[in-house]
């Protein structure tokens, strides 16, 4: 389905939005559900990619599509792996077949699974024989994705000899992973997340060990309800729509809190600058326009925060303020190249330059110029590029092409769009 977004003259304001659950909090507790078999969830995300992974791992079925849900994918590989005498096949859509996996299907057949490849080797669909994983120690590049470590953690508990996962090479979106330890904690897990200080030596190389994590094993669970927070991720759209009001807007989300898990809560102090205070107030956020004067230019290392880059791009795009976005190598793995996606729709609004790296983006306006009349936003099957240009509603019409991708992660933004004043008719 495509949508016109029409352009707001007349934004509401004071408006309240209640933010689903983060979806990378409850597919990680949903893993841990699944292995500890009395733990309840509240505020669960009604995301597409927690709905795929909570079917699949209720499902006795022998095969398991998950879609576009690349989190299932990781996390879904990892748990199946462990689970004996279990026997799937673990596929996905097209675009899933062409993200790579090869480095956690290498770690876990290295702790003892049986894990092989169906089509081309690397990538998914995987045919995973579940068997009993004794654990040990294991020494893996922590540049790749945050989201294969912990797919190793998750299940770690279950091993009989728990695990000790040796991280060499830079830490890529570390905030991920400290959320997954301080939820193992919550569960009752001994976990120890520490600097190392060793090398470790193959045929081929030589690497150093930056980081180490421990994780002992674990019969009973200390706790039998967990709390999801909502999703910062989604927050940081409104945290958009807000940066591109007038001074004294104000709107309200909830449930968030100021000791939040999530990496992406950084929004607070990245957005400041450009002109949206946060206030904390019971049970959630007050997101404020200031008087601020904007920056010549946003410089950012989003390495903690990769998810929000489209978002951050587009709000600099909106405010026409000079932006560069560097530790994004993650981005061009993601449902699409997201890096390349934002140069080809950002170039559509308004005259800027717009240059890319494999790393990294950077958007520059020679001269203030005006925007468009009508753009069309190409969403690639990603969601949070649907989400990310939605705001510039403010400065110009857009058609939204196969704007229903927003499921993925948040259902009811078109919802929450029309709530404050956003005409959305359907082409």
């Known amino acids: 389905m495509d949508l016109r977004l029409h352009k707001v003259e007349k934004p509401r304001g004071h408006v309240a939005l209640t933010i689903s659950g983060s979806k990378s909090e409850s597919n990680r507790w949903l893993i841990l559900q699944a292995l500890y078999k009395n733990l309840d969830i509240d505020n669960l995300s009604d995301s597409d990619d927690s709905d795929h992974l909570s079917h699949v791992l209720k499902s006795e079925e022998s095969i398991l599509d998950i879609g576009h849900a690349g989190t299932a994918m990781r996390f879904g590989t990892a748990f199946f792996a462990s689970q004996e005498g279990r026997e799937i096949t673990l596929t996905g859509s097209d675009r899933m077949k062409q993200r790579p996996i090869g480095i956690l299907v290498d770690a876990l057949n290295s702790l003892g699974a049986e894990v092989s490849y169906l089509e081309k080797e690397g990538f998914p669909p995987l045919k995973i024989k579940g068997k009993k994983i004794q654990g040990g120690k294991l020494s893996v590049d922590g540049s790749v994705s945050s989201q294969f470590l912990t797919a190793l953690l998750l299940i770690a508990p279950s091993f009989e000899s728990g695990l000790q996962l040796e991280i060499y090479g830079d830490l890529t979106s570390r905030p991920y992973l400290e959320m997954t330890v301080d939820i193992l904690k919550q569960l009752g897990v001994n976990v120890n997340f520490s600097s190392g200080n060793k090398v470790v030596e193959s045929a081929s190389s030589t690497q150093k060990v930056n980081e180490l994590i421990e994780v002992k094993p674990l019969h009973n669970n200390a706790i039998t309800n967990a709390l999801v927070e909502s999703d910062w991720s989604s927050a940081g759209y409104w945290y958009s729509w807000v940066a591109m009001q007038e001074v004294g807007y104000e709107m309200s989300l909830s449930f968030y809190q100021d000791n939040s898990l999530q ?19 019971e049970n959630g956020i007050r997101l404020v326009k200031i008087d601020q ?21 587009a709000t ?49 306006f ?7 009349p009508e753009v069309t936003v190409d969403t690639y099957q990603d969601h949070r590029m649907a989400m990310a240009f939605a705001p510039l509603c403010m400065k110009t019409e857009l058609v939204i092409n196969e704007a229903m991708v927003v499921t993925k992660s948040y259902k009811n933004f078109y919802n929450d769009l029309n709530k404050v004043n956003v005409r959305i008719t359907e082409i």
């Open 316 to 364: 600099c795009l909106g405010l026409g303020v000079d932006a560069q976005l560097t530790g994004l190598h993650t981005l061009k793995i993601k449902e699409t190249d997201r890096i390349e996606a934002m140069k080809t729709v950002g170039a559509r609004f308004r005259e800027s330059e717009i240059t890319t790296t494999n790393d990294s983006i950077k958007l520059h």
């Open 263 to 281: 990496g992406d809560s950084e929004l607070v102090q990245i957005y400041k600058p450009l002109g949206v205070e946060t206030v904390f107030v």
């Open 293 to 313: 004067q904007l920056p010549d230019m946003v410089m950012l290392d989003l390495t903690n925060e990769p998810d929000q880059a489209q978002t951050i791009f």
């Open 366 to 372: 020679k001269t203030s110029s005006s925007f468009n």
